[in-house]
């Protein structure tokens, strides 16, 4: 059974940094494009980050390019999001997702549509 289990988020000052983990039970992360996603309340899904697993490309929304990397570490089966910089806009519940579809000459997708596997997310609150 696929399972995605996000951690890592809690209350951090305008500036601070949070790294979020997303970590796979039941199947092998090398074998999927990842994306991490955010939800405020009252506001649609927004796509954040992803990596493919291909190729190991990624894709960044404008809205955090330059504050947030991601990547993998292999070993651990887990996602990493590293979240610099942080603004209090960047209040959400985070998640991630797990899609399995081989990215041929395009980039991952930052569309929540893509994704048919979801962990159950992490609140970051950025204020101060």
């Known amino acids: 059974q696929v399972q995605l289990v996000e951690s890592g988020g809690g209350l951090v000052q305008p500036g601070g940094s949070l790294r979020l983990s997303c970590v796979a039970s039941g199947f092998n992360l090398d074998y999927y494009n990842i994306g991490w996603f955010r939800q405020a309340p009252g506001k649609e899904p927004e796509g954040v980050s992803c990596?493919?697993?291909?190729?190991?490309?990624?894709n960044y929304a404008d809205s955090v390019s330059g504050r947030f990397t991601i990547f993998r570490d292999h070993s651990e089966n887990t996602i990493y999001l590293q979240m610099n910089s942080l603004k209090p806009e960047d209040t959400a519940l985070y998640y991630c997702?797990?899609?399995?579809?081989?990215?041929?000459?395009?980039?991952?997708?930052?569309?929540?549509?893509?994704?048919?596997?979801w962990g159950q997310g992490t609140q970051v609150t950025v204020s101060s």
């Open positions: 997702a797990a899609d399995p579809t081989v990215l041929l000459f395009r980039l991952c997708d930052l569309s929540t549509d893509a994704y048919p596997y």
């Open positions: 990596i493919s697993h291909k190729d190991g490309s990624t």
